[in-house]
């Protein structure tokens, strides 16, 4: 398996992924996890120290460089993360050198997983989002083995819209090399089918799943309902819309607080623009915060809203919804197809994001019911689950090759 | 030749982080053990030196002009309570001049004239509990000057006022002069060197924990003349007017005021500081207060810009943590 070990605050609901599919698949067969990051706690526990490899790791995560979910190394001039900052022509110049950096960063990790690879004895090749993909290509070539790829995130969600970018092909060319690809929505398999031309019969859906969810103690010190936004600060998450939707409703509810949790590289904007709004008494940014508290702060809400601008799946909300906090979804969030009752809204569309979030308010005690009834559904997909249908689909492969 | 030196000895308090998590549980703000260790730490390399030097300029009647912030006074006689003696002797004999400025050396100017004007009184009422003599000159944090901080400083009974002369501004005007303020109630101002050579010279310097530039302790320097009596000099309403609508600071601060200001997180914070000083001002307690003026120190300003992206935004989310804790207790 290539693809990070740990969840990280750069790489969110990817490594979070991947690191409870690790474990579970490890119960099923011999896993070697070749990682960016440190994955030295994940050796530590039951799993044997040399599944794990990490590579690279002063290289690559000191530059924050080789992550999924980072917007700007896909990013050109015209792109929308730095269209609204003063300071274009230096970003362009940055994200020059940043661009010639990773693809050199990325080259060399994926040299040293083929190094690594020689004597190894292995029968799938299962790689997750663009950082693997180099590598599992060469492998594929050296070994003949099948090569599934699981992807969470595309160069498509992360800049919100077909770009040029050498990401772009690279995820192209994964995609259409590998035997298997895997997407974690029908959502996000239309885009890989619309978008990237890859045939619809080579893509599986398998849905991410939960476990579960170890929760700080706390208790909200407000007396108003909290309004709740959970992801990376940037373009494909909405961050933005979410101040637009605050600002919104406040002109109708003044007993409310917004807790943006999460950080990124939209911060200085949104606290720029907050402040412009004078909204800084009433929107709370907390930077990021260890799992157990974020999940303390969604047990602690009223309503989560997740206004992705492409959200292939969108964990966050199935965590919020297995602590019975309500949500309101972009219409472009995979996560939508297995969670019932819930309310989803054109994404640019903050009007109908307000309407929504005042109709949970109005009435919490049939959102609460909806959101526990919800709460249940989504406990019954765990990660052992999601786990073993991906162990089926490696196994099929196996067969197929 | 410098004619007057103003020597600033501070220490700077360190803000405990505050995480979202725990605004609302009235946990203590201020890491006095760390700050304490700080100074224990810096005080044989760095402070005692300083001190002794100013001790023996007063010996010798060269009667030193010094700022001591108010933290800087309780570590130092928490942890040299005989030096402190010596201190206090040369003080209330007149041997050592007391330059009056905020009590934690802060910027709370920028952030709120209200909060600016509380924490020059603070001083002026902390520094009775060290020194029987009250300064009757006073210096903003990096000579920070305005026609409102003059009018704010005037009616605290201060008797003038250093300003920073710098040419560009002036027109005409030169250090070591004195003017009038541009206030209902005529103040003096008297100019230290700015950015343009002068002949006369005030210079400023730091003597421990301040950011002026220089830490040079010009032993020579003798000021021998009162420095009240440079504001006396010829009759008041003769003197020209000093007009400043936007604050000026010293050439001689290690940063320009922009480093402080500009950022739109340190906008943030300091906008979000006023509106809770303007809103609460009446209520909120001394360690509210205090706390405020923390915020507001340079260096804690500056850490929100000048370090690492990711450490200047926890600095942020931390100092706006704490505001929404202060805002919680008078709701």
């Known amino acids: 398996m290539i693809g990070p070990g740990n969840p990280n605050p750069q790489n969110s609901g990817l ?253 200085e904007e949104m606290i720029a623009s907050c402040n412009e709004k004078a909204m800084l008494n009433k929107i709370h940014f907390t930077g990021h915060l260890p799992q157990e508290d974020v999940f303390a702060i969604m047990k602690a809400s009223q309503v989560m809203v997740m206004p992705s601008l492409s959200e292939p799946f969108g964990l966050s909300a199935l965590e919020a919804v297995s602590l019975n906090l309500p949500v309101v979804l972009s219409k472009n969030c995979g996560v939508a197809e297995v969670l019932k009752d819930v309310p989803k809204v054109v994404q640019s569309d903050i009007e109908s994001y307000v309407i929504a979030i005042r109709e949970i308010l109005a009435n919490q005690k049939q959102s609460s019911k909806i959101a526990k009834q919800n709460a249940e559904s989504v406990k019954k997909r765990n990660w052992e689950t999601v786990s073993d249908e991906i162990f089926s689909a490696l196994k099929q492969e196996l067969k197929n090759g | 030749m410098d004619n007057y030196q103003i020597i600033h000895f501070n220490h700077p308090l360190e803000v405990k982080k505050l995480s979202f998590l725990d605004i609302g549980k009235n946990l203590p703000a201020v890491d006095e053990s760390k700050s304490q260790k700080t100074f224990i730490d810096d005080f044989s390399d760095l402070v005692y030196s300083k001190l002794k030097t100013v001790l023996k300029m007063a010996e010798e009647d060269k009667c030193p002009l010094v700022f001591f912030s108010l933290p800087f006074l309780k570590f130092l006689k928490q942890h040299d309570a005989n030096l402190m003696l010596e201190i206090k002797k040369k003080v209330d004999t007149g041997k050592i001049q007391l330059i009056g400025s905020c009590a934690y050396h802060s910027f709370s100017y920028l952030c709120s004239p209200l909060l600016f004007k509380k924490e020059v009184a603070l001083y002026l009422d902390g520094l009775s509990d060290y020194f029987e003599k009250k300064p009757g000159i006073f210096i903003n944090t990096a000579c920070l000057y305005d026609d409102q901080v003059a009018e704010i400083v005037n009616s605290l009974g201060y008797q003038g006022i250093i300003a920073t002369a710098n040419p560009w501004h002036l027109a005409g005007k030169h250090s070591g002069q004195v003017y009038k303020s541009n206030t209902a109630q005529p103040f003096n101002i008297l100019l230290s060197n700015g950015d343009g050579p002068d002949n006369f010279q005030i210079s400023l310097v730091n003597g421990y924990g301040s950011a002026y530039n220089s830490d040079f302790i010009d032993k020579s320097v003798s000021n021998e003349k009162q420095i009240q009596e440079l504001f006396m000099i010829g009759n008041p309403d003769e003197h020209s007017v000093y007009a400043v609508s936007l604050p000026l600071s010293s050439p001689s601060w290690e940063h320009k005021i922009p480093d402080y200001t500009n950022n739109p997180l340190q906008k943030a914070l300091l906008k979000q500081g006023s509106a809770l000083v303007n809103q609460y001002h009446d209520k909120l307690s001394a360690e509210d207060l205090k706390l405020l003026m923390l915020l507001c120190q340079p260096d804690h300003l500056l850490q929100i810009n000048q370090t690492s992206k990711e450490e200047g935004y926890d600095h942020f989310i931390s100092s706006m943590n704490h505001l929404t804790d202060i805002s919680l207790r008078y709701k």
């Not at chain 1, 996890?33 to 990490?54: G, H, P």
């Not at chain 1, 990013?75 to 362009?92: A, F, G, K, R």
């Not at chain 1, 993909?133 to 070539?141: F, G, M, Q, R, V």
């Not at chain 1, 077909?162 to 035997?179: H, P, R, T, V």
């Open chain 1, 15 to 267: 490594g979070i992924a991947c690191y409870h599919i690790a474990q579970n698949l490890a119960k099923k067969v011999h896993l070697k996890l070749f990682s960016v990051e440190s994955a030295e706690e994940f050796a530590d526990q039951e799993m044997e120290s040399s599944r794990t490899e990490t590579l690279n790791r002063q290289k690559l995560t000191n530059k924050k460089q080789l992550n999924a979910d980072l917007v700007h190394l896909s990013v050109t001039s015209e792109l929308n993360p730095y269209s609204y900052s003063s300071s274009i022509d230096i970003e362009e110049h940055y994200n020059e050198n940043i661009e010639i950096s990773v693809q050199e960063a990325l080259e060399d990790f994926s040299q040293k997983i083929v190094l690594k690879s020689r004597n190894l004895d292995f029968d799938v090749i299962y790689a997750h989002d663009w950082t693997a993909i180099p590598a599992s290509k060469k492998l594929k070539e050296l070994s003949g083995k099948p090569f599934v790829l699981h992807i969470h995130a595309l160069d498509y969600d992360r800049s919100g819209k077909k770009s040029n970018s050498w990401l772009f092909d690279l995820e192209k060319e994964g995609m259409q090399i590998a035997d298997l690809v895997i997407a974690v929505s029908e959502y996000h398999k239309n885009i890989m089918v619309k978008e990237y031309g890859i045939k619809a019969s080579k893509i599986k859906v398998i849905h991410h799943g939960i476990d579960e969810l170890q929760v700080s103690d706390y208790k909200a010190p407000f007396d108003e309902d909290i309004i709740l936004f959970c992801g990376r600060l940037s373009l494909q998450k909405g961050a933005t819309t979410f101040i637009e939707i605050a600002e919104a409703l406040l002109k109708k509810e003044q007993n409310l607080r917004f807790v943006v949790t999460g950080q990124g590289e939209l911060i």
